[in-house]
């Protein structure tokens, strides 16, 4: 017997046993607010590997068993192309639900489990892990109490050697980490995307440019890469008094800020611009941070949202706002990346 | 009394002493095969830096005396939009030319250049340093040598903070670099360009990003940055045998050749892509490389092409061929990133 | 139901569920041929975790209820003062055991544990977990093979910011890795040893420097800190024909093999040494590694030594020659640092 | 003519253009104090090369020229054998000397030149480079006020392949910069000296260990390695209130200072110590620092403390402690690491 009762406890299923379903698993094992009562899975050597890791809990093969159990709440982490159908039997059967990112194959389907939850008055949560990080929470705070000053550039680096998934192309697979980011940092709408990318092994592009445009000056890019011969997570942000580098890579230091000075003079001169731009390199801080693991406090806000009727930092319009953008960039890249205004 | 004796040595001017034309110089010195015998600059602290440097050579303010005296060669290394006036003159005047990079303000005065530099039997050569160096050296030759099966993209990242340049923009500034290197190790014409960029603190774009678009899905990308934290000076090149990673900020190893396997399979199911592709990350190397000053291999270059009527390795053609596709971008960049086909 | 039955398996309870054993845990609970029954730890919390992580495996307070239990094996992560009296009383109620570095406080218990395992032929392995990791078995193949040449040197570093353990020094706790490391890839015996060490908050030495002296100019530096800024877990071998750096925080490329090239010439001058020196830094290589978890190899050959009666790869005389120079080391600390001869 | 008069400047020679000589003649023609008049080398191509670069210097074979010319101050930059006798005849013929580090082959040399120096009222001073950057700059500041509480440790890696020297060995040629490093920065004198190390291709010691004790645990180690496959010029200091790393090969964030928390409580129970020491990783800063190269600030120094009759920050007298702890170290060396009372 675990050491809390299971009364107050968010009776829980995942659906989904492949590559990340595990850690949600393991996360709301561990979670105190949680019991992890049903793993489901089509795959028999995946449930067979599931109740190796945890023989407390059961095995299912059809998700419907699911429905029929008296779990309370449901994790999603299955191919995109059924997010939306798993979503919605879940809200309709009266349970919570966590989706794996993105939330759903397109905007309609978004826009329909939004409302459904809400008439359900259950909650809707998708996984953008990295919200929960403290890294971005940090990066948050800095831009709030204009540390930064004004965000001038938003650069985003996502690069791996595969996994090349089959579900999707490299965009909807990395680009709502950046995006979601971008979303809760920054918080300004796009006045167009415009997108290029290349496919060199997979059915679909495993390798994407995208530029986001904003008002004043302000430009997002986001290299998108499968096919990387090192791992890169970096995100870079110029701000007029105050530049950052977020590299998920570092085990310490993820976040440097740079203290650089940037001064600009009148000049009257002949020829060449009238602007002297002097940069002077200044020191460089690294802020410290929580180091425990993110998707642990994407599963405690979960299992908080539900129990207490509260609505989640990545909840379903969040997550809508990020398929919104994917089709945008979506549909740059099959227009030869001409720019989609939004 | 220097050691050998100035007969069979190119008599040397440099034009312009600001930020290169000192690195220029000081090779010019070196170079057992040059005579550095004059420096033009309008500015008279820097004639009177060039004077407390090397006592020996005389200054002067009016690059006319330059074509007046006695010298063989100029080297030039003024802003750019000058290049093309005093390029002509010397060639007129039946001087040898070394430009700094790029050769001139626009293709029309690119190729007035090389035909005068034919018809006139001279060498004309551009200062794209980079192609000197021990490492474009050795990426060239694992290209051609098919180390890294078919090259699947090109990924340049070429940031720092500052210098902003009044003469140009950050493409005419950065560009020119990755144009060149990309020329000579890979030598395909893309078949368009595109280009967004921001202007933040100067009067021109500090932060632009480029596609090249090629057949057969081979595309590559710059991310040109005057305004970054930290200087990235990165090279990424993808192929479908290797890949390999050229950092140039790198002390030692500043080319790592990853060793990767990448294998796709057919599948047969029912949803998703019926393409399997599997990565598996194999070893690393970085070959040796030869730690000299490429600015002394591009001066020794250019000499032995004046003495012997050879062609340099970046001629005029080559310069030429940069400014084109630099011309493109800024057609693009213009034209709100629309791509403009080659 | 757990996928394999459990009727071939080697029934498991872990001893101590502090620090490391969660780790051996869940290691045993992935384990095909291991079965975790029982953990034990005095800790009330510590024993609420396990249940918590591992329902279906009971926990006790007192490790005299594991002896009578119908375990066959143990695995001992308790603080090392109890190695000795647990291991004792394992292998005399005939269980098998696996116990965490180091074996035990001093040479005499080590001798007698080896002996009483051979007496009740039974499996006494240490947990000397980098033997079994993918680098440190390369790192042994290469100089098996030659490639580094003989050995020159061995410099290893092992520095943290904490963990500080109250049951022993920075020694050991620290140094039976480069220990066992050393012995399992080069294997000789030292002449002599010597230590240096301050103690600064904990009541013992928190940071140690260790030489050991050896035959052939060949020398062995530990430098074992727990009050380091950042984690350092690096090993430098210097060899004839090569040399390599292994660094374990290395997320890939773990192993890098350099080909430097020192050359040796006799001269003939009048002031100075008549031996010229002249070194060129080659290329670098790293080589591919398995990237699983060393701690499951070493549950699995725990597991198969003692199901098959053969010796583990860190079997008892292993540890006890560890224990031999954690000793002298230990000797020549509270000997300011004179050379203890082995 | 340079561009300022030669009246008010220091006259110049460079006796000695191997390695180090070219370096101090190129910051004596670049200093607007001094005017380099004369370069002496035994080596006839050495002396060519001078002429090549600096047509306006004479170059003489035999340093008794230099006593004999016009110029009022040498620096000599010879193998250390020649230091005293070359100073010596120096001070005796009333030129100033900076002399490159170690300033003589022992202390009676050293204290003989002092005195000399002193009695003829001229500088004399020791090239220690690193006391002129601004990153010991720095980190002197940081011990003064206290930012690193008291220190507990200084730990230095100075490791190199080759420049193998045939005139001194490893610690000769590296100690000096560690040992006058924290000279300045700290300033303690230690109890003892021990030192342990290996030849392996050279007449002497090309890799040796030095542990310095000084009073209240404060513990200093010298790792110093002519025979590394990479190069390393890292400073550790620990501190009661933070922790620093000087990484001297870092192009920028050479100084990081770590905010780490380490607090110490007592605990009552029954085995193990009754410390309980608890860690804390905090923020990283790296400090803005001026990145002017530190010999010409050397130059500078020695100019500016000639012709006022100042002394230089590395005078005579801190050139003969690091000699003195250098003859300390070789004797521990030579008496196989026996401790060397001070």
Redesign the interface.
């Known amino acids: ?3 809390t009762s299971a009364g107050d406890r968010l009776r829980v299923a995942v659906i989904g046993f492949g590559y990340w379903g595990p850690h949600l698993a393991r996360n709301f ?2 979670s105190a607010g949680a019991e992890l009562q049903l793993i489901a899975d089509h795959n028999q050597q995946r449930r ?2 599931a ?3 945890y ?2 809990v059961d095995t299912v093969e059809d998700e419907r068993e699911v429905l029929a159990s008296s779990v309370q709440a449901v994790a999603i982490a299955t ?1 995109l ?1 059924s997010h939306y159908e798993l979503a919605r039997a879940a809200l309709e059967a009266g349970l919570h639900v966590l989706v794996e990112k993105p939330l759903a194959a397109n905007s309609t389907q978004c826009a329909e489990l939004v409302a459904l939850a809400r008439t359900q008055r259950l909650t809707l949560m998708v996984d953008h892990t990295f919200l929960y990080t403290s890294a971005v929470q940090k990066i948050r705070e800095y831009i709030e109490d204009g540390v930064l000053g004004s965000v ?2 938003f ?1 985003c680096v996502r690069a791996n ?4 998934r ?2 999707c192309n490299v965009v909807w697979d990395l680009a709502p980490h950046d995006i979601s980011i971008f979303n809760y940092v920054i918080g300004k709408q796009p006045r167009w995307v ?1 997108a ?9 592009e ?2 994407v ?1 995208v ?1 986001l ?1 904003f008002e004043d ?3 997002a ?1 986001f ?1 998108l ?7 890169v997570r970096r995100i ?1 942000i ?1 701000g007029t008094r105050r ?3 977020y590299d998920e ?1 570092e ?3 993820k976040i ?1 800020l ?3 000075e ?1 001064t ?1 003079s009148k ?1 009257d ?1 002949q ?9 002077r ?8 941070l929580d180091g425990s693991e993110a998707l642990r406090r994407v599963v405690d806000g979960f299992v908080h949202a539900a129990l207490t009727g509260t609505s989640p930092l990545s909840d379903g319009a969040a997550g809508a706002d990020v398929v919104r953008l994917l089709e945008a960039i979506q549909r740059s890249l099959r227009d ?4 989609v205004l939004l």
């Open positions: 017997m675990s050491s094992m561990d067979a590997a109740r190796a890791m023989p407390s191919p192309a001038l550039y650069d050697l595969g996994r090349f089959r579900d415009s290029t990318g290349a496919t060199h092994h997979a059915a679909e495993n390798l440019y530029c445009g000056q302000l430009l890019h290299h890469n499968w096919l990387a011969p090192v791992k870079t110029g530049m950052l580098v890579t085990a310490r230091e440097k740079y203290d650089h940037v600009t000049l001169r020829r060449g611009s009238t602007l002297e731009v002097q940069c390199a200044g020191a460089c801080a690294a802020p410290e030869s990346g001409a720019r």
